[in-house]
């Protein structure tokens, strides 16, 4: 293994290996990033992978993301002549993968990009000059000579609509882009040990590829057609070689549950306008931890019939407003869902900060006449989104996506046996606020499924249900406070938390608080608290536990007792 690096301010660092036959990786190394894409959290930054492939001729796969354009370029040069490349294959433009296309056509004119045809259509308003192109679909081969045959496969919306896996017959090696692969950073090139990255494959896995599940089966399908695959080359993170039978089994697993759902939601955005993509994968990450499942289609590059078979399945719709600009396929799209809409559909619309948005609010009225419910408030949102801008987004979701299970929830609550669920029921708890920030958003739980886990280091347990606004925040390494209620004085704070708060409401307005050594806020009139940082997460059917350590804590009065709660029935809260 070959390491060129060169330390930033913001820690940027390349790193170069063979990983076979003529074969390079050219990795990109993150480590400081904390927020990607649909602006969720990193705890372990990322990387941006890129491949190099020399048979008689050569290809590049991906370049990388332009922060690390000097570094990259400089990496490449010392690799290969770009002067020599015959390919550039583009597995997807998101900028991530695409930053340094136009910086490599400069020195490297030459270059046939080969790419699907939505890609080659992207990449014509992302260069602004001529190119040579190929366009691939699936199935499509190009032979680069000394046995290393490339056949591509197509994926789309993994999780972009125009993206392409790489197939090379001589290394049995498969290039994915974003899927199968993790924000996490690290010297090591390949997943031998699984146990530091299985949490941060899942939650890639959950924000990005979960709400396009059928399409992630589609693309497994076409993959089953290849001869067996030795190495996964993804995008993001390591690359998957010592457990690809197992990663690529939990994604099938994972797809095949969202796909089993009884209801779904038809997700519409436009990709390369305003933050449509981004905020609308944030909303589909809400429906989907309320066990719904969720479409999403590229208004860009739908055709009519698509729009109208999806919108024929859904029980409900969003729209991520498209641009007045491009006036014939925004209206063309909109009058195909006013006509394929039906009657008791909920929907949700979306302005997604372009400036150039169609208008909700006609569309919205329209809807309205029609008979369909409307989910959430027209979200509108006209500057760059914030860490409680996505939050709202992913609240709007779960509301959603807890109207369209609410009649399977009650149903649930009715099916366990009534002796069992007085028995259950007696297993008693305490009552405890949870509070936590992250960044400019804060938010809170009322809880009593915690218990005291391990002595050294101190740590706790805490069930935290999968639709809840705070899970989001409850990953390892973020920060939260562990408030104890008070025997006899817990009614006020305990009313005010349950309430049901609308999409990015402030849940401590009019609740005495004061922050924390970590900024989180502590509730002035709990009867104790503890600073605590989540360790790790066990998955639980519906819920999560929450392992995390305690640095700090303190008792307001020292004679005063816990509140308890005691329910009737042990099968809800």
């Known amino acids: 293994m070959v390491a060129i690096a060169e330390k930033t301010q913001r820690r940027l660092t390349l790193q170069t290996a063979d990983i076979a036959q003529n074969t390079t990786a050219i990795r990109s190394l993150d480590w400081d990033r904390d927020r990607f894409d649909i602006e969720f959290g990193l705890q372990n930054g990322t990387t941006y992978n890129s491949f190099l492939i020399r048979g008689e001729k050569i290809a590049l796969v991906d370049t990388s993301h332009e922060k690390f354009r000097q570094l990259y370029l400089d990496t490449l040069k010392g690799l290969v002549d770009p002067t020599q490349i015959d390919y550039l294959i583009v597995s997807h433009t998101e900028p991530d993968h695409s930053g340094l296309v136009k910086d490599l056509l400069a020195l490297a004119p030459q270059i046939t990009i080969v790419a699907s045809k ?20 699936n199935g499509d081969q190009v032979d680069l000579g000394g046995g290393h045959k490339l056949e591509f496969v197509s994926a789309p919306n993994l999780h972009w609509p125009d993206t392409i896996f790489t197939f ?18 690290t010297d090591s090139l390949y997943d031998q040990d699984l146990a530091p990255i299985e949490e941060d494959f899942q939650y890639y896995y959950d924000c990005l ?16 057609e290849l001869p067996e695959i030795q190495t996964i080359a993804t995008g993001h993170g390591p690359l998957l070689h010592y457990n690809v039978k197992e990663l690529t089994g939990r994604y099938k697993q994972w797809s095949q549950a969202q796909t089993k759902t009884e209801t779904n939601v038809a997700l519409f955005y436009t ?54 600009s491009n006036n014939n396929y925004s209206q063309a799209a909109l009058s195909t869902i006013l006509a394929a809409a039906k009657a008791k559909q909920s929907f949700g619309l979306l302005e997604s900060g372009g400036g150039d948005d169609e208008s909700a609010y006609p569309l919205r009225n329209k809807f309205k006449e029609l008979g369909l419910n409307e989910a959430f408030p027209a979200i509108l949102i006209k500057e760059t989104p914030s860490e409680a801008t996505y939050q709202l987004c992913e609240e709007a979701g779960t509301d959603l996506g807890q109207l369209l299970t609410r009649d399977r929830s009650i149903k649930q609550m009715k099916s366990l046996d009534s002796e069992l669920d007085k028995a259950l029921g007696r297993i008693s708890g ?32 805490i069930a935290v249900a999968k639709d809840r606004a705070i899970e989001s925040m409850m990953h390892a390494g973020d920060r939260f406070v562990l408030n104890v209620l008070e025997e006899g004085n817990y009614q006020a704070l305990m009313k005010h938390f349950l309430k049901r708060f609308p999409p990015g409401a402030d849940r401590f307005a009019g609740v005495k608080n004061q922050p924390s050594e970590n900024g989180v806020p ?46 009737k029935v042990g099968n809800h809260y």
């Open 118 to 137: 939505v890609a080659i259509q992207f990449l014509e308003n992302l260069v602004h000059q001529p190119f040579e192109r190929q366009i691939v679909k």
């Open 168 to 185: 090379d017959y001589q290394t049995n090696i498969l290039y994915t882009c974003d899927a199968f692969g993790m924000h996490y950073c």
């Open 209 to 224: 590829m979960g709400p396009n599940a059928r399409s992630v089966l589609a693309a497994m399908k076409r993959m089953a």
């Open 271 to 324: 990709s390369d306008y305003g933050y449509s993509d981004r905020l609308s994968q944030a909303i589909a990450r809400g429906i989907t931890k309320t066990g719904v499942a969720v479409e999403m289609m590229d208004l860009k590059s739908a055709e009519p019939q698509e729009i109208t078979e999806l919108l024929n399945n859904a029980s409900a719709f969003i729209i991520g407003m498209p641009p007045i």
């Open 430 to 461: 305490g009552l405890y606020i949870i509070t936590a920030k992250k960044g400019d958003f804060s938010s809170a739980m009322l809880a009593s499924w915690v218990a005291q886990a391990s002595f050294e280091p101190l740590g706790v347990t």
């Open 522 to 567: 502590i509730l002035t009139d709990a009867l104790s608290y503890m600073e605590c940082q989540v360790v790790s997460r066990l998955e639980c059917a519906d819920h999560w536990v929450v392992y995390s350590t305690v640095q700090a804590g303190r008792v307001s009065k020292p004679d005063a007792m816990t509140a308890v709660h005691h329910r």
